[in-house]
């Protein structure tokens, strides 16, 4: 990166993907680097700095520099999915250690903990991440080990007040680790109230496409103890993406920013145009009557991100029957994609699961606004 990009809006150093090229051909693309191993000197160096692609390869290095740009981290590593990074932090925890995480969070990641931490010899504490005084209490000094929070939280679209939640995290020696995949570092940048640790399921609005799988780890200091563990743990378990869908990835992000704005601008309307209405109750931090607006507010700049979901007031069987007559919205799982999605959560989740089960999760992609809009008034009871 020049000292020209460091002075440049985040759009513009996406949509440059930080003047990367390939330094061979002078493409104005990177190339793709298929190769797993890499020539070795007579003198037993690497002279290009690579040995094996388990641990590296060339073409992850411009999506990881511009991740760790836009995140104001000092660096950031790519992994084989969301899922991977994230419980790759976990994993560098020690037997008898604590975590705190939300009551609301990623489903995915909320099983996972549920189901292995007493295996790995770690507990975990789920609180209601809205309210600081529950987090503060659930909070063990010298136990707790990694603060996790997520906000927005998918899929109710809870606020968690992010500097003061790292505040209590550093006050007992923890580490405060973020899912900033909703908001993505162009609405809100974690680092910056505190966090050490941001995660990506860059398989959403990174990548936005819905067709790369693949996760981030972006830390604020390397010198991080558990950051050192985190790259150990990458290179020896290889939990790491293909060159193609790192370069995926690359070509993905650099629509990011315009991506996002038409995302965030179809959820607001959308939003808008049913808060009145008498069929459905609306879950958007944009909106002025949500409870966690104005931390929201604070902690977020351009946009109140483009996923939303209502409540069906008709109860649960009606909110499957709306998803099933919606014509323009597409019934499918995940996020972050140009098109858009609608899903029950509650029958993916399960019976232990927090979501109400007369609700539909929106994820607002790139269509006409108008579109949206008379589809779901079609289709709601």
């Known amino acids: 990166m020049t000292d020209t990009d460091r002075l440049l809006d985040p759009a513009t150093r996406l949509a440059r993907a930080l ?77 008898g250690d604590h975590v705190v995480a939300p009551k609301v969070m990623y489903w995915g990641l909320r099983h996972w903990l ?28 010298g136990k707790t080990r990694i603060v996790w929070a997520e906000t927005p939280a998918n899929p109710t679209w809870d606020v968690t007040d992010l500097a003061a939640t790292a505040r209590l995290a550093r006050e007992a020696g923890a580490l405060f680790a973020v899912d900033n995949t909703v908001p993505t570092p162009l609405l809100t940048r974690p680092i910056d109230f505190g966090a050490d640790v941001v995660m990506h399921s860059a398989t959403k609005y990174l990548n936005g496409h819905s067709d790369v799988l693949m996760g981030v780890l972006a830390v604020r200091d390397t010198a991080l103890p558990a950051w050192e563990r985190v790259r150990a743990i990458r290179a020896a378990q290889g939990g790491m993406p293909g060159p193609f869908e790192a370069w995926l990835l690359l070509r993905g992000m650099r629509t990011l920013a315009v991506r996002l704005e038409r995302g965030c601008a179809n959820a607001m309307a959308i939003a808008r145009h049913f ?13 002025p009557g949500h409870p966690g607006h104005g931390i929201a507010a604070r902690q977020m700049t351009g946009g109140f991100g483009a996923m939303l979901s209502l409540r069906i007031n008709a109860g649960a069987q009606a909110a499957i029957d709306t998803a099933a007559r919606l014509k323009v919205w597409t019934r499918a799982t995940s996020i972050g994609g140009v098109e858009s999605l609608v899903e029950h959560r509650a029958s993916v989740e399960g019976p232990d699961s927090p979501c109400p089960p007369d609700m539909l999760r929106l994820s607002c992609g790139i269509e006409a606004a108008d579109d949206l809009i008379d589809d779901l008034d079609r289709a709601l009871p």
Do not use: C, K
């Open 19 to 95: 003047g990367a090229h390939d330094a061979a051909s002078h493409g104005v693309v990177p190339g793709i680097h298929p190769a797993t191993t890499f020539l070795r000197g007579g003198d037993l160096t690497y002279p290009a700095g690579y040995s094996y692609a388990r641990p590296f390869n060339p073409t992850f290095d411009p999506a990881e520099r511009l991740l760790a740009d836009l995140e104001g981290a000092a660096e950031a590593l790519l992994f084989a999915s969301g899922m991977t990074a994230a419980t790759t932090l976990f994993q560098t925890l020690s037997p």
């Open 114 to 141: 549920r189901a292995h931490a007493a295996q790995w010899g770690w507990s975990v504490d789920f609180v209601d991440m809205t309210d600081t005084g529950a987090t503060a209490a659930a909070i063990r000094p």
């Open 275 to 287: 808060a009145a209405d008498p069929r459905v109750t609306v879950l958007y931090p944009g909106l």
